[in-house]
């Protein structure tokens, strides 16, 4: 029979080293503050260190260890060297992207290849840089943030979509291969959250009150609905699952 402490100590993420990319707001900044909760150290990423300042701020207000890194995914020959001398990284978050709403037959190249290259070509390479240390040690978590687009098609957002369906797929091809070397790699699917980046949709009335209509909740998500899932996968509560992506959607996608 398991007691309070030693189901807490499945859960628990102290001495280890996450890396939680895209982190200077929303989403990424309520997740790598819940991992600093549950005792992870932190090193947080994003395009300019400047940018990481609030998240910084909170986690160490929160009493926890956090690192801040300029990291641009885009550029691929910069991972390794960005991440050089960061430590041995036991976890990672891959929460960096961007999305931006254009009609098909409108999506240029230059487009295409912003969302694509930061989505999942930089998700991949970021995750190979960290990977190997993880499959020297022999343990490692890796967490992909997908997407709703990853299962249904949304009008306008087929850059967007077609990133989070392919990064669902190296989630399996990942967690197939690395398995039985002691590193696991799962996702977690956000449904309708209203952030900074996807704010210009909210102000739509009409469509924010379509999409809620659709959501069983009957609620938008926020950021600390994620934290609990995040930390589940990077822990040792969920050593048996490899190659799963969660849906944390309020439903959304068991009601379609």
Known sequence: ??????????????????????????L???MALGLAKAGADLVISARSVNALEETVGLIRDAGGTVT???????EVRGIEPALAGQGDIDILVNNAGVEEIRPSTEVSEALWDKIV???????FFTTQAVAKGMLERGRGAVINLCSLTSYVGVPTATPYGSSKSGLLGMTRALSSEWAARGVRVNAIAPGYFRTEMTEVFYQNEAWAGAMLDKIPQRRFGEGADLIGAVIFLASDASAYITGQCIGIDGGYLASI
């Open 68 to 74: 801040a890194l300029a990291l641009d995914q885009r």
């Open 117 to 123: 290259d930061t989505n999942l070509k930089g998700a």
């Open 28 to 30: 990424g900044q309520a």
């Open 1 to 26: 029979m398991h007691t309070a402490s030693s189901v807490n100590a499945l859960f628990s993420l102290a001495g280890r080293r996450a890396l939680v990319t895209g982190a200077s707001r929303g």
